[in-house]
């Protein structure tokens, strides 16, 4: 796989979650591809205001043409319409560039972790494995049936059914399983509680995403401190105020 013709396929959500792991792998140690997928993100985020420019460029012009180079008898309503039109253009802006990068289902794609393998193996082997495969596979329907009808209530089995009810946007159950498993010793408990912020921000739950990374912040030696963060600086971007 070439990371680096990828990149944009990353930024936009179009890997495949196999994919997107091996991507986000490979991003933990590859600091040219991190750089590289950085500067794509900061580029795609520009693209969304710069053409504000081109748009007052335009209406500059507009109003050159209007008042030409001697004319003085360019009305007060005209240049009103213009800053109006510029500000209407500039609010537009801002309304497309947040819902596309802050908005609830923007965030919790962007900060969701794609599960990798638990790496613990019991008298469930064979359930785990398969469970494992069918998560690889995409196969949410059939992941979620397999687990409800064996009733499985291993916790490394659990894990990857929460992730598939939450990738199927069945996101009360997600919620309840993830919820079961932060009160476990479970391996990946830390996991599972960041897991659970992105369940209720999916859900558009954000009060509660946010009282859960709370949580995770104050904790001294949460695994997921850092991202938890990240994802509610995000929350409280001033910029949140202009999502439909």
Same mark, same amino acid.
């Given at each position: 796989m070439n990371f680096l013709e990828h990149i944009e396929d990353y930024i936009e959500n179009k890997l495949s979650l196999k994919?997107?792991? #091996? *991507?986000?792998?490979?991003l933990k140690d590859n600091e040219a591809? /991190?750089?590289?997928?950085? %500067? *794509?993100?900061? %580029?795609?985020d520009l693209? %969304?205001?710069? *053409?504000?420019?081109?748009?007052? /460029? !335009?209406? %500059?012009q507009l109003e050159i043409n209007a008042v030409g180079? $001697?004319?003085?008898?360019f009305s007060i309503g005209k240049l009103l319409s213009i800053?109006?039109?510029?500000?209407?253009?500039s609010i537009v802006a801002l309304f497309i560039f947040s819902n596309n990068n802050y908005s609830n289902q923007k965030l919790a794609d962007n900060n969701y972790i794609v599960p990798s393998s638990t790496?613990?193996?019991s008298a469930n082997d064979l359930e785990l494995n398969k469970v494992e495969q069918l998560f690889v596979d995409e196969n949410w329907s059939a992941l979620i049936d397999f687990t409800e009808q064996s009733q499985n209530t291993s916790p490394s089995i659990q894990y990857f059914y929460a992730h598939a009810? #939450? $990738?199927d946007k069945k996101y009360d159950k997600a919620i309840k399983v993830f919820k079961n498993l932060t009160n476990t010793t479970f391996l990946f408990r830390d996991k599972c509680e960041y897991d659970l912020a992105?369940?209720? #921000?999916?859900?558009? !739950?954000? $009060?509660?995403?946010?009282?859960? #990374?709370? /949580?995770i912040i104050e904790s001294d030696n949460h695994l997921y401190k850092e991202k938890s963060k990240k994802l509610l600086d995000s929350l409280n971007s001033s910029l949140r105020i202009f999502i439909l």
């Open positions: 994919e997107r792991q #091996l *991507f986000e792998e490979e591809l /991190k750089k590289a997928t950085e %500067d *794509f993100q900061l %580029d795609s693209k %969304d205001i710069l *053409f504000i420019d081109q748009a007052r /460029k !335009e209406l %500059d180079p $001697n004319n003085h008898s800053a109006a039109a510029i500000l209407l253009i790496g613990t193996r009810l #939450l $990738n992105i369940a209720y #921000l999916d859900n558009d !739950e954000t $009060n509660k995403c946010i009282q859960t #990374l709370n /949580k």
